[in-house]
């Protein structure tokens, strides 16, 4: 299994909020990472934590971290098709590991 | 004005061939990276290279080589190709400094091996 534990799959409705969320397991990760892999495409940053923070927002995405759970999540608000992806999460200890990404499916 | 550029975007290609991967980034970043997604989206780190220095190389088959020019480019060169080397490769980039260490990514490159 995965170091980087995520569950594979969530479906909203278009307007509701979406929740995606991450367990890791290196307690020295410094960094935690959030990324959007559209169909075809790379992987894009989201945004990123710093392990000493508890909570990050950016406009629509909320990233709460419970370092003591060693658990992560992303919230959307007002989820779009256009966030349709999968969302990997991420943890920088010596190296990247990345979970296995939760498909996201935004239905109108 | 593309940050990470990979070619090709796709790559088929027989067994036993040898293949390379140009990955380029114009970000100024002195870490470069390869990955490998399988069919499943699991995406494992290959390679990365610092200032020319490999420094991370997880258990990667030697058909695999990384070759680095210059701080810009990242190679991957792969010989003897099977048919388990199917996948999308990333290269990604980032500063090696006190900071939040985020990569960027290519767009990818689908490698198929019949």
């Known amino acids: 299994g995965e170091d980087v534990e995520q569950s594979l799959f969530l479906s909203v409705r278009e307007g509701d909020s979406s929740v995606i969320n991450c367990t890791y397991t290196?307690?020295?990760?410094?960094?935690l990472y959030w990324y959007k892999q559209e169909p075809g495409a790379g992987l894009q940053l989201l945004t990123y934590?710093?392990?000493?923070?508890d909570m990050k927002q950016d406009q629509r995405l909320t990233v709460l971290l419970n370092k003591k759970d060693k658990h992560l999540s992303l919230r959307i608000a007002d989820t779009q098709t256009g966030d349709s992806a999968i969302y990997f999460c991420?943890?920088?200890?010596?190296?990247?590991?990345f979970g296995a990404g939760t498909r996201l499916t935004v239905k109108p | 004005d593309t940050a990470v550029s990979q070619t090709p975007k796709y790559l088929v290609t027989q067994m036993g061939n040898d293949k390379s991967i140009k990955c380029e980034q114009n970000?100024?970043?002195?870490?470069m990276y390869w990955y490998k997604q399988d069919s499943k989206k699991f995406l494992k780190i290959m390679f990365s290279?610092?200032?020319?220095?490999?420094?991370i190389n997880e258990t990667v088959p030697n058909r695999f080589s990384p070759k680095s020019p210059d701080k810009a480019h990242l190679n991957l060169h792969i010989n003897s190709l099977e048919l388990g080397d199917s996948a999308v490769y990333f290269c990604?980039?980032?500063?090696?400094?006190?900071?939040?260490?985020?990569?960027?990514f290519g767009p990818g490159t689908r490698l198929t091996v019949t």
């Open positions: 290279y610092n200032n020319k220095e490999l420094i």
């Open positions: 990604a980039s980032s500063l090696r400094t006190p900071s939040s260490y985020e990569q960027y």
């Open positions: 991420a943890e920088k200890a010596y190296d990247m590991r």
């Open positions: 290196d307690s020295s990760s410094t960094y």
């Open positions: 970000l100024g970043h002195d870490t």
């Open positions: 934590i710093f392990s000493n923070m």
